[in-house]
């Protein structure tokens, strides 16, 4: 098991970082191992956004600080946000930002996505990180239940598409040709951080994205290649896509107003955000996709 | 019916679910279920006859393992709502998640609205009715009872069924292994009516070809689709 929720405005920003931590904690029981969020707030047009995974206690913040390009270098509990101007490809900054320091892994580069991560409860999230405190667009939320892969940061979801900017993918069971897609991809020249088979979807969406898919057809690709058993969120700077495994084994559920979509594995996640809004959701069917855009 | 002026009302609010379900089955005659808002296993085990009313959304499992209960709910319910139905009735004002009515063993369950993939997985007995539409391999190894889909059935309506009969009253998207159409009987058509349901297009009937009650390496084939 695992709990995923997604939602986004279709026009404007509002509060999704509370909207975010009210369903999360409605699916705590579906992940008490970790819990996060990629989160898109206004986008920035010159700089980029970088979250890392560091060790406050060894000088990381003052490593990355004395990299060319930064500003408004803070860190929260583990994580460190940084300001990036930054004119080269994201690999190299990822890959100099975790050569600053030993103990530092980066987890999101964005113009407007933001990746949020811990181990815990949503509540434990929004206490260090002031996650519903949070202004936005759009975010996808993951709660872990962990099956094959350690508990510990890097292995929690969101996965980000590294080095993809702005794209995020949460997912719920266990994709069995996992080493197969890694290493076509490997092949192409990316590159994977964690033993876990979450992150070869988000870097299989974001290349085809990259080669020119539209979002719609790399989830309808993604339902004929993934194998396995799989129900995932994937967010970009303008959309989030959401895909079931042919055989329905994983449970997707989602909703629609004029002003708003909203998607969770379980009602119970949506009627905790909004127990009065009269919301209908409806299951998605066996290997169906949807997307929608801001 | 009891009147809901004397029902036990009982509020999800402040309550764990252990003290919900231990409200519900203590209560006797009728008891309104307040604020369930996507809970799971509510109203399971209830072994008497006791009316039920959930007012608004459930979550899964609910009303599972019942025996004599007379269940509704206002509202959606999630996964396996009603499983393991001995007898008794459950009416689902909304839709329902995935495998509804799984082994059920008697009793009726009526859900209004669409019901998710497996719905009536290996039914023992029974009368599952879907309104609506039905998703993936719904009535998958069923093996008595009756599963009435007013809507349409998608991709493997019926697969390996043992026994038992499936009514699709719309479109069907594809067979599974081993079910095979069958002649409508008047018979059949004076229940349907007696259930109080209406196809959206016509009556197709479903039943087992059983050809996979035994193995036969003459029809290797059959059993090579079917696995």
């Known amino acids: 098991m695992c709990g995923l929720v997604g939602f986004l405005y279709r026009e404007r920003y509002g509060p999704v970082g509370e909207i975010q931590v009210k369903m999360l904690d409605a699916l705590y029981r579906r992940g008490p191992d970790s819990t996060g969020v990629a989160i898109y707030g206004h986008p920035r047009s010159e700089t980029y956004v970088l979250h890392a995974r560091i060790d406050a206690s060894d000088g990381a913040v003052e490593s990355v600080k004395a990299l060319e390009g930064m500003k408004d270098v803070t860190s929260a509990g583990a994580d460190l946000r940084a300001e990036v101007t930054w004119a080269g490809e994201l690999e190299r900054l990822a890959d100099s930002v975790e050569h600053a320091n030993g103990h530092i892994e980066v987890t999101s580069i964005g113009r407007s996505m933001e990746i949020i991560k811990d181990v815990g409860s949503a509540s434990d999230l929004d206490r260090l990180y002031g996650l519903s405190q949070r202004e936005a667009s759009h975010a996808i939320g993951h709660t872990r239940m962990a099956t094959e892969s350690r508990v510990d940061v890097l292995h929690s979801h969101p996965f980000w598409a590294r080095p993809f900017a702005d794209i995020a993918v949460v997912h719920n069971g266990h994709i069995t040709n996992e080493h197969k897609l890694k290493r076509r991809l490997e092949m192409k020249g990316h590159r994977f951080f964690t033993g876990n088979d979450s992150e070869a979807i988000a870097v299989y969406i974001a290349d085809k994205l990259a080669d020119g898919a539209t979002l719609d057809d790399a989830l309808k690709d993604s339902v004929r290649e993934l194998d396995g058993t799989f129900a995932y969120l994937v967010s970009t700077r303008d959309g989030i896509g959401v895909a079931r495994d042919p055989f329905a084994t994983k449970p997707m559920l989602w909703a629609e107003t004029d002003e708003f979509v909203v998607m969770a594995s379980e009602e119970v996640a949506i009627l905790a955000a909004f127990p009065d809004a009269g919301l209908v959701p409806q299951e998605l069917a066996a290997g169906e996709v949807r997307w929608w855009y801001l | ?227």
Request: charge should be negative; include cysteine; proline fraction near 2%.
């Open chain 2, 1 to 227: 019916m009891v009147p809901v002026e004397e029902a036990t009302l009982v509020d999800c609010n402040g309550r764990s679910t252990r003290e919900i379900n231990e409200l519900i089955r203590g209560a006797e005659g009728s008891v309104v279920v307040r604020n369930p808002l996507g809970r799971h296993c509510l109203g399971v085990a209830i072994l008497k006859p006791l009316q039920v009313v959930f007012q608004g959304p459930v979550g899964w499992y609910c009303a599972t393992m019942g025996d004599g209960l007379e269940a509704e709910i206002h509202g959606n319910c999630g996964w396996s709502v009603g499983q393991n139905l001995m007898s008794g009735s459950i009416v689902v004002r909304g839709h329902a998640g995935s495998s509804s009515g799984a082994t059920i063993r008697g009793g009726t369950i009526r859900i209004d609205g669409n019901s998710g993939a497996r719905t009536g997985i290996s039914m023992k007995g029974g009368t599952l009715i879907v309104g609506g539409n039905v998703g993936y391999m719904s009535g998958f190894m069923m093996q008595t009872g009756t599963l009435v889909v007013c809507g349409d059935a998608a991709d493997g309506i019926g697969d390996s069924m043992y026994e038992g009969r499936v009514f699709v009253g719309g479109s069907i998207a594809s067979l599974g292994s081993d079910a095979v159409e069958a002649e409508v009987t008047e018979g059949d058509l004076a229940e349907l009516a007696a259930l109080n349901v209406e196809p959206s297009q016509s009556w197709t009937k479903l039943v087992a070809g059983r050809k996979l009650w035994n193995f036969s390496k003459k029809e290797f084939e059959v059993w090579k689709a079917a696995l």
